[in-house]
């Protein structure tokens, strides 16, 4: 889907993915300092708003004009410290030059052809500060068979282990395993990668 198709999709629709955080998102920023974070593909805003009302300092890009307007509309009702701590950014993220500004950097259900997909980890990767994390979760490729929900072309799906090859050695890989839904009736199967960058001057020799 390109952006117009995302604006589409949003367009006249009460929050998509709902206000509340991702609870893998609670579960794991909560054990983190709070700091800088950059949300790719923030959509309505839901994690980004939710980090900056914990104190962290939030960019969230994402290439929808019409998600990022629902964002701002809902953090407009948040206190000016939380909406100060917050700036939404109209760009692509596979396009997305990155400096490494960023304690942590999130790319939730963001779901591209591999290449494009490629693009994106690696400007999440560029995104990170000495130390800092990288969380991705998104569908399960499993979830054409045995899960629910998310698209349902295998092509822009993916498991941990791709999102491993995706770093490619770039950073520490903490967790790469299957996270379980359960929504409604059934449960749906989402990929969540956590990797580090190494502490300054420990950089890896690639050579
Ligand atoms: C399924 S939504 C997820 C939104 C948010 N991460 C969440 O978990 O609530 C996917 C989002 O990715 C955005 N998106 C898709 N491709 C993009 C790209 N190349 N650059 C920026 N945003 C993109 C869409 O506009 C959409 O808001």
Not at 46 to 57: H, P, Q, S, V, Y
Not at 94 to 109: G, I, K, Q
Not at 155 to 170: A, G, K, N
């Amino acid at each position: 889907m390109d952006a117009a198709d995302w604006d589409r999709k949003y367009e006249g629709r009460e929050l998509v993915y709902g206000e509340a955080p991702n609870a893998t998102l609670v579960e794991v920023a909560t054990t983190l300092n709070r700091g800088r974070a950059l949300d790719l593909a923030s959509g309505q805003g839901r994690n980004a708003i939710w980090l900056a009302t914990r104190g962290w300092t939030v960019d969230a890009v994402d290439f929808s004009s019409v998600a990022l307007t629902a964002a701002n509309r809902v953090a407009a009702t948040a206190p000016r410290s939380v909406r100060e701590r917050l700036t939404w950014i109209h760009a692509d993220v596979t396009e997305l030059p990155t400096a490494p500004n960023y304690d942590l950097v999130l790319m939730f259900y963001l779901h591209l052809p591999p290449n494009e997909r490629r693009k994106a980890v690696s400007a999440a990767v560029s995104a990170l500060k000495p130390e800092g994390i990288l969380m991705i979760l998104g569908h399960h490729t499993a979830n054409l068979d045995a899960g629910v929900g998310g698209p349902q072309e295998a092509e822009i799906l993916y498991t941990p282990d791709d999102l491993v090859s995706d770093i490619d050695s770039r950073l520490t890989i903490v967790t790469a395993e299957n996270r379980y839904r359960h929504v409604s009736e059934a449960t749906a199967i989402d990929a969540l990668l956590l990797a580090s960058r190494s502490p300054l001057g420990s950089e890896p020799d690639r050579g």
